[in-house]
């Protein structure tokens, strides 16, 4: 395999969304700015899903496909850099939730590549769990149960996202968001285009 076809993400692709994020007149109840935000998030998902069928199809070994799946988390997670130093705090407050989304993603894919998927139960059950945790302020056990979820998904499980709307704003729903496009990508990996 060439070095060009082990890069499922770069550093240069993830500072082009932020460009893109930084040059837009962002409004998050406006069509387009949500549609740039759920982009930005489902082309890291979907970088995911690759790292996960590369190691399902043996591409990657378990090793090779977690240190992947960090490098490609070292990238996304990172404190976003803007060319602009001005850059008002609410694209940073933004961009900040995409990340939170994310988190939930890269634990679900690391934890099926180190241990394969959850027991079987309905996802809803999972993310009702999450979302009681969470309001006893459990936040581990939250993103446990979520992350638990995600293994399901990579697995073919469907959630129903429309969970969300029964649930209290928080990180719950932020991860929950995550676990949309971990879904989307696994059911269709293709690229996002920048432009």
């Given at each position: 395999m060439t070095e060009a076809e082990e890069t499922y993400y770069t550093e240069e692709?993830?500072?082009?969304?932020?460009?893109?994020?930084?040059?837009?007149?962002?409004?998050?109840?406006?069509?387009?700015?949500?549609?740039?935000?759920?982009?930005?998030?489902?082309?890291?998902?979907?970088?995911?899903?690759?790292?996960?069928?590369?190691?399902?199809?043996?591409?990657?070994?378990?090793?090779?496909?977690?240190?992947?799946?960090?490098?490609?988390r070292e990238i996304v997670l990172a404190e976003p850099e803007f060319n602009v130093e001005e850059t008002s705090e609410d694209k940073?407050?933004?961009?900040?939730?995409?990340?939170?989304?994310?988190?939930?993603?890269?634990y679900a894919a690391e934890e099926y590549i180190h241990g394969g998927t959850a027991e079987s139960a309905p996802l809803a059950e999972y993310v009702e769990a999450a979302a009681d945790a969470e309001a006893d302020d459990d936040v581990d056990a939250a993103l446990g149960y979520l992350v638990q979820a995600g293994t399901r998904i990579i697995a073919g499980d469907e959630l129903d996202v429309t969970i969300v709307d029964e649930i209290e704003y928080g990180l719950v729903s932020e991860w929950v968001n995550g676990l949309d496009s971990l879904q989307s990508a696994m059911s269709d990996p293709e690229v996002v285009e920048e432009d």
């Open positions: 692709r993830w500072q082009n969304w932020l460009s893109r994020v930084e040059e837009e007149d962002l409004d998050p109840e406006n069509e387009d700015s949500a549609r740039l935000l759920l982009n930005l998030q489902d082309d890291a998902a979907i970088a995911i899903a690759k790292i996960v069928s590369a190691f399902e199809e043996d591409n990657l070994d378990q090793s090779a496909a977690l240190d992947e799946l960090e490098r490609v940073i407050m933004l961009v900040d939730g995409v990340q939170t989304s994310l988190i939930c993603v890269f």
